[in-house]
């Protein structure tokens, strides 16, 4: 098992920034963000593979949001910038126990309980 513990969320302007963290309890491969609103299914944002670094976006959130991830901490981070309002969401961040960059929710073993962002216009 995996406990995924993210941070960083809040309230932040349109326009504003915000850094998500999310601390592995061990190590994983693929790690990724996903973001849900009420009542709505929950969307890909994007992935990172452990190894290659390699990184996979959503169409939606590509030039504004950048994937990384810290290795010997096991932890991933989500750098949100030019935020919209509809970026308003829970984020969530997701893991793997294989390398597997895919555009999609299906694929994640492990989740972490989420994290609020609100985007104010």
């Known amino acids: 098992q995996v406990q995924l513990v993210e941070s960083g969320g809040g309230l932040v302007q349109a326009g504003g920034s915000l850094r998500l963290s999310c601390a592995a309890s061990r190590r994983t491969v693929t790690m990724g963000w996903c973001r849900q609103a009420p009542g709505k299914e929950r969307e890909f944002a994007a992935t990172i593979s452990r190894s290659r670094g390699a990184t996979l976006y959503t169409d939606y959130v590509k030039g504004r949001f950048t994937i990384s991830r810290d290795n010997a901490k096991n932890t991933v981070y989500l750098q949100m910038n030019s935020l919209k309002p509809e970026d308003t969401d829970v984020y969530y961040c997701?893991?793997?126990?294989?390398?597997?960059?895919?555009?999609?929710?299906?694929?994640?073993?492990?989740w972490g309980q989420g994290t609020q962002v609100t985007v104010s216009s």
């Open positions: 997701a893991a793997l126990d294989r390398d597997l960059l895919r555009r999609g929710v299906g694929q994640y073993d492990y």
